[in-house]
């Protein structure tokens, strides 16, 4: 597959490099290191899909003419449109042209991430109480530098997006009522700290983030029935703990099983190879995913800056 990245920002970089040798030519409008300007400038012959590191308002006008073309497309998240309805037609588009349109989450590729779906599907901690995750980094004068970043909702499509994914990747459908608890302008002109939370169904769901965390950290604990579980950190900040505690009735001390690991971050190459393989496979496009984003982080966002 011969790929294109568009956007030779610090994401574009990483993806140019763990595309190897499928990558034939990057793009952007103020980076003289890109071959192209415009993706309108590269001949339609050169490529067979695009790696769109780009900023949120040109996403849209991107993906329609990558699909109006036959080019399959990954998005870095999250995939924002003006209008709801918009997710929706992209998605109509791309199946009936045969193309895939895949939005990226490379968490759901950490080590850890995946064990803790398993052990959830298993049944083996029995009825999931309650969800905490934690995801901080130290990035608030960098956006607040940033000629683009440092406005809209700030923290909520950047780390938000994730986190509502995970809780999705976890559990399936999520309470489509998440709320906004605080949210707060601590250093930038958006805000860069938020409390998000849901108790309409189980599990409760409780998720802050921030760019103010000069340590980057991520923690997750889950509460359950048969006992719990926890990671400690990511494999790009590790090393990197998952913990499965398991329940002593009608009390005691629960023995414990502890996996760590210190490697490199693996979730970028993994997902490249999950996106060659749904185009090798001509997979259907399915953005029910990015239409729940959209819906939540969109109220969201009014509420944070209301």
């Not at 997710?87 to 349109?101: M, P």
């Not at 970028?268 to 953005?287: G, H, I, Q």
Request: net charge neutral; charged share 25%; glycine share 6%.
């Amino acid at each position: 597959m011969r790929v294109i990245v568009a956007g030779l920002g610090v994401q574009g970089r990483k993806r140019r490099n763990f595309a190897g040798a499928d990558f034939v030519a990057s793009v952007d409008p103020v980076n003289q290191e890109a071959e192209y300007q415009s993706l309108q400038d590269v001949p339609v012959n050169r490529y067979d899909a695009v790696l769109a590191c780009i900023p949120d308002e040109p996403k849209l006008d991107l993906v329609r003419y990558c699909i109006d073309h036959g080019k399959h497309v990954l998005i870095e998240k999250p995939l924002w449109a003006p209008r709801d309805e918009d997710i929706r037609q992209l998605e109509h588009s791309a199946r009936a042209n045969g193309v895939v349109v895949y939005t990226a989450y490379n968490h759901r590729f950490e080590p850890h991430f995946v064990r803790m779906r398993d052990l959830i599907s298993s049944g083996e901690l029995g009825a999931i109480y309650n969800c905490r995750m934690f995801y901080g980094n130290g990035t608030a004068r960098l956006v607040r530098d940033s000629a683009w970043r440092d406005q809209g909702a700030g923290v909520l499509p950047d780390l938000g997006s994730h986190l509502l994914d995970t809780c999705r990747f976890w559990f399936g459908d999520i309470a489509a009522d998440v709320k906004l608890i605080t949210v707060n302008r601590f250093e930038n002109r958006a805000p860069d700290h938020a409390i998000l939370g849901s108790d309409s169904k189980r599990p409760r769901i409780e998720l802050e983030m921030t760019l103010c965390m000069w340590r980057n950290h991520f923690t997750c604990d889950i509460l359950a029935e048969r006992g719990t579980a926890h990671i400690e950190s990511l494999c790009k900040w590790g090393p990197t703990t998952f913990r499965h505690r398991r329940r002593v009735l009608p009390s005691g001390h629960p023995p414990e099983t502890a996996i760590t690991l210190v490697q490199d971050d693996p979730t970028w190459a993994l997902e490249y190879e999950y996106f060659k393989k749904l185009c090798a496979d001509r997979a259907p496009t399915d953005l029910t995913n990015d239409f729940f984003l959209q819906r939540t982080l969109t109220r969201l966002a009014k509420d944070a800056l209301a």
